[in-house]
T-cell receptor, first 114, second 114 residues
Framework: KAGVTQTPRYLIKTRGQQVTLSCSPI?????VSWYQQTPGQGLQFLFEYFSETQRNKGNFPGRFSGRQFSNSRSEMNVSTLELGDSALYLC?????????????FGEGSRLTVL | GDSVTQMEGPVTLSEEAFLTINCTYTATGYPSLFWYVQYPGEGLQLLLKATKADDKGSNKGFEATYRKETTSFHLEKGSVQVSDSAVYFC?????????????FGKGITLSVRP
């Protein structure tokens, strides 16, 4: 079974631009979550999607958005990029059986904002 | 709100040394507890878990016991190897509610020297 796939793995943007990151979950997994990882703040929850609906959202500004498609693939978008958005963005999928907390993570998309 | 506190790092040990990484939590109800590990250049992987008080999770020689009286879930290994060098995250999820939001600690970097 293929793991969680995230694209692109690395990208460089400048302030004010926008970026879209993609995540393909493990086959059969219907829940997709996104996390931001930075050295200072650690892992912070962005949002979670299940069956194309946002089910949970973290404390991030509206510049951060996401969506999930009918095949469970998910994208997240960050508009009007700021220097502080530089981070590793991790996607995780789960079978969503009773809130187990067992997430399967991708390798992440490393975003650098200049 | 829920929170997880990990001991400050980084930690450097010699091969075959004993490892303890402290983790305490604050949460309402009865959370499930996890240790995730992130090897260099990779996403997070579930290392072990415990779902109720006094449960012991174990995997790859690592162990952690769910201590409700001290709200702790310390990670231990009797003899570390160079291949254990990674970042370790303690996490919790509350079993109530229909979401899969894990709350993570800040993580601690473990380096094992030959």
């Amino acid at each position: 079974k293929a793991g969680v796939t995230q694209t692109p793995r690395y990208l460089i943007k400048t302030r004010g631009q926008q970026v879209t990151l993609s995540c393909s979950p493990i086959s059969g997994h219907r829940s997709v979550s996104w996390y931001q990882q930075t050295p200072g703040q650690g892992l912070q929850f962005l949002f979670e999607y299940f069956s194309e609906t946002q089910r949970n959202k973290g404390n991030f500004p509206g510049r951060f958005s996401g969506r999930q498609f009918s095949n469970s693939r998910s994208e997240m978008n960050v508009s009007t990029l700021e220097l502080g958005d530089s981070a590793l963005y991790l996607c995780a999928s789960s079978e969503d059986r009773g809130n187990t907390g067992e997430l399967f993570f991708g390798e992440g998309s490393r975003l650098t904002v200049l | 709100g829920d929170s997880v506190t990990q001991m400050e790092g980084p930690v450097t040990l010699s091969e075959e040394a004993f490892l303890t990484i402290n983790c305490t939590y604050t949460a309402t109800g009865y959370p499930s507890l996890f240790w995730y590990v992130q090897y260099p250049g990779e996403g997070l992987q579930l290392l072990l878990k415990a779902t109720k008080a006094d449960d012991k999770g174990s995997n790859k020689g690592f162990e952690a016991t769910y201590r409700k009286e001290t709200t702790s879930f310390h990670l231990e290994k009797g003899s570390v190897q160079v291949s254990d060098s990674a970042v370790y995250f303690c996490a919790l999820i509350r079993r109530s509610g229909a979401n899969s939001k894990l709350t993570f600690g800040k993580g601690i970097t473990l380096s094992v020297r030959p």
